[in-house]
């Protein structure tokens, strides 16, 4: 069953009006009729099961709403070193699919992308229609926010707020220690997760984010790819709290 997204304003008297690039979609490319029934999501964990009433203009009547537990029980914050080429689209992708609710644009020492204002706009515009695609196709009740470009000093101001802060590195020993830190967490707890672009974090980097609480984790004894490790803690994270 197709999924899409609305906000609660768009539902009144038991209908649900549909706006923007949706409409096109569901009437020349699905080419839905009167009947047809979709899944909505408001971004509030509330899902809604409907069927087409009209497409002049596009609307859909409320046949059952309910909340599905279909989001993960802690709210994780993946703060990805920017890399090189389109990797980040694949990061957002496969993020998104493992649950993470924000997604941070990290500028690090070793970011080699190099990003004005104004690119970043649209880099961060782009990044954001790529979990949207992605909450849809793997029936996500919450859309990840895909905040602005921040530098690595600002991110550990954000992740300030967090209960959990894991940074993933080479140098860290001790696997026991690393399933210590991963069982440690408890659902409800807010967790930040920090990967560094190619090259990693400088060692400068990793003593800031320990200062301020972060636990090193080894991911094994292999050194991951940017867009690998972030997967791999995300899977790890999703295992254990689901």
């Excluded at 992605?134 to 954000?158: D, N, W």
């Excluded at 940017?226 to 803690?233: C, F």
């Amino acid at each position: 069953m197709h999924h899409f997204f609305i906000e609660p304003s768009q539902i009144q008297d038991g209908v649900i009006c549909v706006e923007g690039a949706d409409v096109n979609h569901i009437k020349n490319v699905l080419r839905m009729k009167p009947g047809g029934q979709v899944m909505f999501g408001d971004g509030t964990g509330v899902q809604y099961l409907c069927a087409l009433e009209s497409t002049e203009p596009v609307r859909f009547r409320i046949l059952d709403f309910f909340k599905e537990g279909r989001e993960l029980p802690s709210r994780i914050c993946l703060f990805q070193g920017i890399p090189k080429g389109d990797k980040m689209d694949l990061v957002i992708q496969k993020a998104t699919e493992l649950g993470a609710s924000d997604i941070y644009p990290v500028s690090t020492s070793r970011t080699v992308v190099k990003l004005d204002a104004k690119k970043a706009e649209k880099k961060v515009a782009r990044w954001q229609g790529i979990a949207e695609a992605s909450a849809k196709q793997c029936g996500r009740s919450k859309i990840p926010f895909v905040h602005e470009v921040t530098t690595f000093p600002h991110a550990l101001i954000t992740a300030g707020e967090l209960d959990v802060l894991l940074i993933p590195y080479e140098r860290a020993e001790g696997m026991e220690d690393t399933r210590r830190a991963v069982e440690e967490i408890r659902p409800g707890q807010s967790v930040g997760i920090f990967i560094g672009p190619e090259g990693g974090f400088e060692e400068t980097e990793v003593g800031q984010a320990v200062s301020k609480g972060a636990s090193p984790v080894t991911l094994g004894k292999r050194i991951l790819r940017t867009e690998t490790a972030g997967l791999v803690i995300l899977s790890i994270l999703l295992y254990h709290l689901e």
